[in-house]
């Protein structure tokens, strides 16, 4: 007689599979415990969703479970993941994979040192001469931690794992150091700060929405971890959602200022797999109480969570852009439901989606705190329109920003300017027969590297030497057009060749420790000017950053997502907030050659309840999101003809299931990259008033395209925000 489990696993398969348990696992099987199995001979670690006990008919070669990796999963998070699985369209085996950990737990880390009882007479008899010995025994009367451990010589360390050993000395585990309660170390709060603390914690004990809404430097986040510590004293555990990695140093560095002695997990993709492992299982055992983190940490195995908290909730890097695509502060609000806990939703400039529930009082649930002011005596900040093309300019950058920077380098402060756009210039032609450099397997330009000299395909990979001349006509110069971080770069060099300038993009921080490096070197004043991507937009603050400059803004007017004027107003904003944090006055400067656009009016104007109103009536009008709920249904192939095929059949079946439901499906069409890696791509759209008539519709495609197995790769995007 056997035991069989059924096992989902991250595979599109569409169902679980069964293993047989056996006798060399001592546990039992546990409904929602993580296993490892194979498929083929590749290892998977699954959830264990129905158990079969006393089976006597199983097929003779199943698959016994390879071993067991822990113990149950919170049911929150069981639940949490069929709504993933429902709301997004994927398989609840898909949905799994974001719940599992990586491996079984490691064993415990140790986070101090202490001299035991019967140590403490050994170490009374240690004499003077012997300093090694004595000085660890010194060591060790205020408890040893991690950083003064790795500072002891090799010979002490390697002595203090003797006495480990012989009962001298103990470990400390993180457990056995939880403070009896919290008390964060909080600059005095401004009136309007104390009355948006007292508004959230009146939320505090049940299911509730808060958008905190407050310009930049107004103290958000000082203003929630108040409510965060009250939390902790509670007992409960509190999730902390930022939008970047690089936002995770800085504010880790001041909630441990805030919070001291808590301990915390971090989760993000970046870590290395046994570091994650080791998080998530802090989190699992209920060791860590405060987890940081991206999208991912949404499905932190917390079991007593209390409080979850998403610091910039506009930010579109909360989408996930793979299978499964959920939306992190979608997820957050589902799991704060399930588990009538509050959320917190802090932004300067709030998603129109949070906007819209907010202003059209959708719940009571929501509800709306507003910080207008910054909380430090920095002085308002100076906001300016600047020409961005003509004679003045030069490789992006206006003779009225130069002059600006200029200004700050003979005062000693710092300057930060901002280019969305990595690389030398995005794309390279030929002045003479017009000629651009193409990416032979993508319907796209490359762009030009010019500290490596070469040429590369930013959605591929596909990279190639810069050529010496036009390969149509021959002709011997090459010109590079538009503007890049690279370049900007260069004409900094070359007009202030004595500055000190560092460039922040995915290529120059590539690197584990290269962010947090740059980050130290900016706050030591070792640098005087920054070149980055909107990586340098979000969160980060500068005492000596006066003056920042944006480049090439107008490109997001002309773009074919509707969300592209949102979302620049967004990054402007968070750009601007950047200067004049503190004493020091700040100026930004947006070269434009649309001063009077409404996007640019509403900034100089500090007026983003006016901007979002007006879109959101836009959207209300064309029956866009957040108006209506809308799905993206994506196909590729290598033959253009199974795609067609595809869409033809697809767009028959959702036509046909909407048809009745007040929806609307949209003819396909290319998508806006036809090409990439060799790959023919459309796109299709389908938009419904409510969630449930879609989420019916695109159930019967599945179904129906499960049936006919095209030969294509397809995907359903619920909630799109990429629409390449």
Known sequence: MLTLVSVELPLALGRPLDYAWPSEISTPPMLHAAVEVTVGTRPHVGVVTEIHDGVSDAPQRLKNVR???????????????????????????????????????????????????????????????????????????????????????????????????????????????QPALVLPVLPTFTPAQTAAASALRSRANEFSVSLLHGVTGSGKTEVYLDLVAATLNAGKQVLLLVPEINLTPQLI??????????????????????????????????????????????????????????????????????????????????????????VILASATPSLETWRNVRHARSEAYQYVNLAERATAAVPLSLRL???????????????????????????????????????????????????????????????????????????????????????????????????????????????????????????????????????????????????????????????????GVVDADRALFSTDFRAQEDLFALLTQVAGRAGRHALPGEVMVQTEFPNHPVFQALLAHDYEGFADRTLAS??????????????????????QAVADFFARAHAVLRKALSSKDGEVFAPQPA???????????????????????????VELREAMQADRPKVRWVVDVDPYDFG
């Open 386 to 548: 600047v020409p961005g093309r003509g004679k003045r300019v030069k490789s992006g950058l206006s003779e009225t920003l130069a002059d600006g920077i200029r200004d700050r380098l003979q005062r000693g402060e710092q300057s930060l300017v901002l280019v969305n756009r990595r690389g030398f210039a995005p794309a390279i032609y030929c002045p003479h027969c017009g000629w651009s450099a193409p990416c032979k397997r993508c319907d796209a330009k490359l762009t030009l590297h010019q500290t490596s000299r070469s040429l590369r395909c930013h959605h591929c990979g596909f990279h190639a030497a810069v050529p010496t001349r036009c390969p149509a006509c021959g002709h011997p110069e090459l010109v590079g057009a538009g503007v890049g971080t690279q370049k900007l770069e260069a004409a900094l060099i070359e007009v202030f060749p004595e500055a000190r300038i560092a460039r922040a993009d995915t290529d120059s921080l590539s690197g584990k420790h290269a962010w947090r490096e740059l980050y130290e070197r900016i706050l030591a004043r070792e640098v005087d000017i920054v070149v980055g991507t909107q990586m340098m937009a979000k969160g980060h603050d500068f005492p000596a950053l006066t003056l920042v």
């Open 672 to 698: 806006p990259l036809a090409r990439k890696a060799d790959f023919t791509r459309w796109t299709m759209t389908a938009i419904a008033p409510k969630v449930r008539p879609l989420a019916e519709a695109l």
């Open 253 to 342: 560095d001041r909630v441990l200022k805030a919070l001291p002695s808590i301990n915390t997990a971090v989760l993000h993709s970046k870590l290395a797999p046994g570091e994650r492992n080791r998080a998530w299982h802090s989190v699992h055992s209920g060791v860590a109480r405060l987890i940081i983190g991206t999208r991912l940490a949404v499905f932190a195995p917390a079991a007593n969570l209390g409080l979850i908290v998403i610091d910039e909730e506009h930010d579109g890097s909360y989408k996930q852009n793979e299978s499964p695509r959920y939306h992190a502060r979608d997820v957050a609000i589902v799991r704060a439901k399930q588990a009538d806990i509050p």
């Open 67 to 177: 071993r067991l990796i822990c113990a149950p999963l919170p049911s929150a998070l069981i639940s949490l993941a069929q709504f993933v699985a429902d709301y997004y369209q994927v398989s609840l085996g898909m949905a799994c994979g974001l719940i599992t950990p990586m491996d079984s737990p490691p064993p415990p880390e140790p986070v101090a040192w202490q001299t035991t009882e019967q140590g403490r007479d050994h170490v009374r008899q240690i004499p003077a001469r012997n300093r090694a010995q004595r000085g660890l025994a010194d060591a060790l009367k205020q408890r040893l931690s991690k950083d003064a451990r790795m500072a002891l010589s090799p010979a002490q360390r390697r002595l203090l794992n003797e006495w480990v050993e012989q009962g001298v000395a103990q470990a400390i585990f993180a457990g056995a150091l």
């Open 619 to 640: 959207r209300e009008m064309f029956g866009l999101p957040p108006a209506s709920r809308m799905a993206l249904i994506r196909a590729e192939a290598k033959d253009p």
